[in-house]
């Protein structure tokens, strides 16, 4: 083998890490396996341009692979960790170089040497996230041996900082919309809650009589009764016939206040002061002589385990 002319740095010269918290921040950026950017694109042809060389990949480093975001001049996605050079690269203090991968032990025998692409020249600049973990490098590949000038070196650091850039802002744009949905579900939350609020506390609904519209206190109410395409409204003064469905009017009456006693009958709690048998007997009106007479509602034994669940039984 020949020797080399260039020393590549020691593996003892490069920064040690912790993988778990490294392969941590990598996760947080969402970024692996994502489709191709215009912004990283450009990039990697920029350094392609700059470095003069017909190979250039953004590469991020997992725990298995190296997975390039941009790539040019190289038609695979991604490949295994164990031949990446991009796996030294990244823990280098500066630009890591190999001028001639077959003069260094390390590559010489290296698939990617040995085969397509042919990897001779390498040059590397680290992605470091602002905490310091290393995540992959900008880099550029020739297949002929070669050596950066000190302005390429520096053009590639700049580079590797403008991926970083844009990494970060796309973390925080995603970051951004997680926020924003979650603060769009606590709204929902918010106005499912306000809606229910408004549904269990209305106070009055409207009936439509002769055509006009009557409003009716829903404290006035002592039973709704189902007579087939009609409803009666029986309040403590009158009697109020609307067309419409037990469906439709249950929905419009304060949930706290009233029961579905029947299929045909809906009740106001607080008009119930007996219940016998099968049977729910309702304060009734006084008509200014007489007692009241207590008003008799049949319940169904479908519905009397929901009502005396919702009455304080003692």
């Given at each position: 083998?020949?020797?080399?002319?260039?020393?590549?740095?020691?593996?003892?010269?490069?920064?040690?890490?912790?993988?778990?918290?490294?392969?941590?921040?990598?996760?947080?950026?969402?970024?692996?396996?994502?489709?191709?950017?215009?912004?990283?694109?450009?990039?990697?042809?920029?350094a392609a341009f700059i470095c003069g060389t017909p190979i250039s990949?953004?590469?991020?480093?997992?725990?298995?692979?190296?997975?390039?975001?941009?790539?040019?001049?190289?038609?695979?996605?991604?490949?295994?960790?164990?031949?990446?050079?991009?796996?030294?690269?990244?823990?280098?203090?500066?630009?890591?170089?190999?001028?001639?991968?077959?003069?260094?032990?390390?590559?010489?025998?290296?698939?990617?040497?040995?085969?397509?692409?042919?990897?001779?020249?390498?040059?590397?600049?680290?992605?470091?996230?602002?905490?310091?973990?290393?995540?992959?490098?900008?880099?550029?590949?020739?297949?002929?041996?070669?050596?950066?000038?000190?302005?390429?070196?520096?053009?590639?650091?700049?580079?590797?900082?403008?991926?970083?850039?844009?990494?970060?802002?796309?973390?925080?744009?995603?970051?951004?919309?997680?926020?924003?949905?979650?603060?769009?579900?606590?709204?929902?939350?918010?106005?499912?809650?306000?809606?229910?609020?408004?549904?269990?506390?209305?106070?009055?609904?409207?009936?439509?009589?002769?055509?006009?519209?009557?409003?009716?206190?829903?404290?006035?109410?002592?039973?709704?009764?189902?007579?087939?395409?009609?409803?009666?409204?029986?309040?403590?003064?009158?009697?109020?016939?609307?067309?419409?469905?037990?469906?439709?009017?249950?929905?419009?009456?304060?949930?706290?206040?009233?029961?579905?006693?029947?299929?045909?009958?809906?009740?106001?709690?607080?008009?119930?002061?007996?219940?016998e048998g099968d049977v729910a007997l309702l304060d009734g009106v006084?008509?200014?002589?007489?007692?009241?007479?207590?008003?008799?509602?049949?319940?169904?034994?479908?519905?009397?385990?929901?009502?005396?669940?919702?009455?304080?039984?003692?």
């Amino acid at each position: 083998m020949k020797s080399p002319k260039f020393a590549t740095p020691t593996d003892a010269s490069l920064r040690q890490v912790n993988e778990a918290d490294r392969l941590e921040s990598l996760q947080s950026y969402q970024v692996l396996d994502t489709a191709p950017e215009q912004v990283f694109n450009d990039i990697a042809q920029l350094a392609a341009f700059i470095c003069g060389t017909p190979i250039s990949l953004v590469s991020l480093i997992d725990g298995e692979r190296q997975w390039f975001k941009a790539r040019v001049g190289l038609n695979v996605q991604d490949t295994p960790r164990e031949h990446a050079f991009c796996q030294y690269a990244m823990r280098a203090n500066n630009v890591y170089e190999v001028r001639d991968a077959t003069a260094d032990a390390r590559f010489a025998d290296n698939p990617l040497v040995t085969g397509e692409p042919n990897i001779r020249f390498y040059a590397g600049a680290p992605l470091l996230s602002p905490e310091g973990q290393p995540l992959g490098t900008l880099c550029a590949i020739d297949t002929i041996p070669r050596e950066l000038t000190t302005d390429q070196r520096d053009a590639l650091r700049i580079l590797a900082r403008q991926v970083m850039a844009n990494l970060e802002l796309r973390r925080i744009r995603l970051q951004l919309e997680d926020e924003r949905q979650k603060l769009e579900g606590v709204l929902r939350m918010a106005n499912n809650v306000s809606d229910n609020i408004y549904i269990n506390t209305r106070a009055e609904i409207f009936v439509k009589q002769d055509q006009r519209l009557v409003r009716v206190p829903t404290a006035d109410l002592q039973y709704v009764e189902a007579l087939g395409d009609y409803v009666n409204l029986h309040t403590i003064r009158e009697r109020l016939t609307m067309y419409g469905t037990m469906k439709d009017l249950e929905t419009k009456l304060p949930v706290r206040d009233f029961a579905r006693v029947h299929r045909k009958y809906i009740v106001r709690l607080d008009r119930i002061v007996a219940i016998e048998g099968d049977v729910a007997l309702l304060d009734g009106v006084r008509d200014g002589t007489a007692a009241r007479t207590a008003v008799r509602v049949p319940i169904g034994s479908s519905y009397k385990a929901g009502l005396l669940g919702r009455l304080n039984l003692v």
